[in-house]
């Protein structure tokens, strides 16, 4: 990666929103509003607002509604560049939604993003962390993390622990979830003969080789994953 372009983003925006019946079965999950905007939306503007202005998107589910937004993103904030990268057919999941786009990100590492969590834009600028903790010799992955207290809409306690020198763990450190974010090599994809696969199987191989860092995000997170934390998202956002 060239030391003076940040990192593409991937947009991970082809899931069927099952949990978000029956608001996902006219709309893609990545276009219903949280705290009174698009999640995709929020998603964007906090990856513009550290640098990214090259974005891939995936679409399955209602590609066309997905398409037309992400036209519209590139309309409206000036200097950046939109790709789309259909799965059609049967979805590929999150990893597979990845391998298929890796030949339109154009920078190594590069970031990963859910389209179902945010944090307040301006609350923290936790990207420019991630790119600063990546050691191309020492990491694989480097995963925005966030401690449960800050967490709304998350199901489970902890996903993985946080050691005080920024490695994850599977219990050393302070228990954390992971955010949806990621920054990533594309060498991990090699050898991945699979097409449709979680992207979070490759998490699990990068901890076990003991290649996985990570980060604190130092503001609220909202994990939009069902209609019951759409409410939650905008009643505590708005405080």
């Known amino acids: 990666m060239s030391a003076d372009r940040f990192p593409d983003v991937m947009v991970l925006a082809a899931g069927l929103g099952k949990r978000m019946r029956p608001l996902s079965?006219?709309?893609?999950?990545?276009?219903?509003?949280g705290a009174g905007q698009p999640l995709i939306d929020r998603v964007v503007a906090a990856a513009?607002?550290?640098?990214?202005?090259?974005?891939?998107?995936?679409a399955h589910h209602h590609a066309d509604q997905i398409r037309a937004h992400?036209?519209?993103?590139?309309?409206?904030i000036a200097g950046t560049r939109f790709q789309l990268s259909l799965e059609e057919g049967a979805p590929l999941d999150?990893?597979?939604?990845?391998?298929?786009?890796?030949?339109?990100?154009?920078?190594d590492p590069f970031l990963v993003m859910n389209a179902d969590s945010f944090w307040p834009l301006g609350r923290d600028r936790p990207l420019e962390r991630l790119i600063e903790r990546f050691d191309?010799?020492?990491?694989?992955?480097?995963?925005?993390?966030?401690?449960?207290?800050?967490?709304?809409?998350?199901?489970?306690?902890?996903?993985?622990?946080?050691?005080?020198?920024?490695?994850i763990t599977k219990d050393m450190g302070a228990p954390v979830i992971y955010a949806g974010v990621a920054l990533v090599?594309?060498?991990?994809f090699v050898g991945v003969k699979d097409n449709v696969f979680s992207f979070y199987d490759l998490i699990e191989r990068s901890l076990d080789d003991g290649r996985l860092a990570g980060v604190a995000l130092d503001a609220p997170w909202f994990h939009v994953g069902d209609v019951?934390?759409?409410?939650?998202?905008e009643q505590i956002s708005q405080q």
Not at 50 to 58: K, L, P, S, W
Not at 136 to 156: I, K, Q, S, W
Not at 185 to 188: C, D
Not at 228 to 233: D, F, N, P, T
């Open 25 to 33: 079965e006219t709309t893609p999950k990545p276009l219903i509003e």
């Open 70 to 76: 992400v036209l519209e993103l590139e309309t409206s």
């Open 185 to 188: 090599i594309r060498e991990v």
């Open 94 to 107: 999150t990893g597979g939604g990845i391998k298929r786009a890796l030949p339109q990100l154009g920078t």
């Open 136 to 167: 191309a010799e020492r990491t694989d992955m480097v995963l925005l993390c966030v401690h449960p207290r800050d967490a709304v809409g998350f199901r489970r306690s902890h996903d993985f622990c946080l050691d005080l020198r920024g490695r």
């Open 228 to 233: 019951q934390s759409i409410a939650q998202a």
């Open 48 to 58: 513009h607002a550290e640098g990214a202005t090259n974005f891939v998107v995936n």
